[in-house]
């Protein structure tokens, strides 16, 4: 699914101009991002949350040639979902019914 494909969905559900779900899907992104550059977890309930996580500094290798290479720090997104969604996931698996 696309930013696109929301703004679609909401302009059909809502009836508000396409125009406006795309400026409502890109603000809605635009506040994540903020939040996560901020340093703030961003907790969506029912779907999950999504937080930075800062990674060390590490050793690694090159997989084609095995020099060792040092993997600068940095850090990493990451998003776990909500246990409503895992289990909304299982059940489609299971019973293949997707709603």
Known sequence: MTKKDLAN?????????????????????????????????????GFGSIKIQNRQSRIGRNPTTGDSIKIAERKAIVFRPSKNLKKKLNETATNGKVE
């Open 9 to 45: 969905i909401l302009n059909k559900t809502l009836g508000i101009s396409l125009r406006e779900t795309a400026r409502i899907v890109d603000r809605f992104f635009d506040l994540i991002i903020k939040d996560l550059i901020k340093g703030k977890n961003v907790k969506l309930p």
